[in-house]
């Protein structure tokens, strides 16, 4: 399983990102996909997760209404749109998966930097 993370960058408080990530390497439908994020100095922190099958979506308190995490099947991707951003959402974001019923996420990508400028 191979997920590659994109989208990062720099953008100024109150702006928009949107992340992809990439996934190949097996069949997900019966996966969750998860988004976390891990500022300087801080543990890495859940942001969102979706499932393949259904598109069933949790948020964290902190991102709710504020994030969207959506799935594009065909291209075995899914994207975090991020709108209404503050500079504590500054962080290395990472996606990984899970097969549904675990409660540990087994494939993580490479982490892809949000900074965002008050």
């Known amino acids: 399983v191979q997920l590659q993370a994109s989208g990062g960058g720099l953008v100024q408080a109150g702006g928009s990102l949107r992340l992809s990530c990439a996934a190949s390497?097996?069949?997900?439908?019966?996966?969750?996909m998860g988004w976390f994020r891990q500022a300087p100095g801080k543990e890495r922190e859940f942001v969102a997760r979706?499932?393949?099958?259904?598109?069933?979506?949790f948020y964290a308190d902190s991102v709710k209404g504020r994030f969207t995490i959506s799935t594009d099947n065909a291209k075995n991707t899914v994207y975090l749109q991020m709108n209404s951003l503050k500079p504590e959402d500054t962080a290395v974001y990472y996606c990984?998966?899970?097969?549904?019923?675990?409660?540990?996420?087994?494939?993580w990508g490479q982490g892809t930097l949000v900074t965002v400028s008050s």
């Open positions: 990984a998966t899970k097969y549904y019923s675990s409660s540990r996420y087994d494939y």
């Open positions: 979706i499932t393949w099958s259904g598109g069933s979506t």
């Open positions: 390497g097996r069949t997900f439908s019966s996966y969750t």
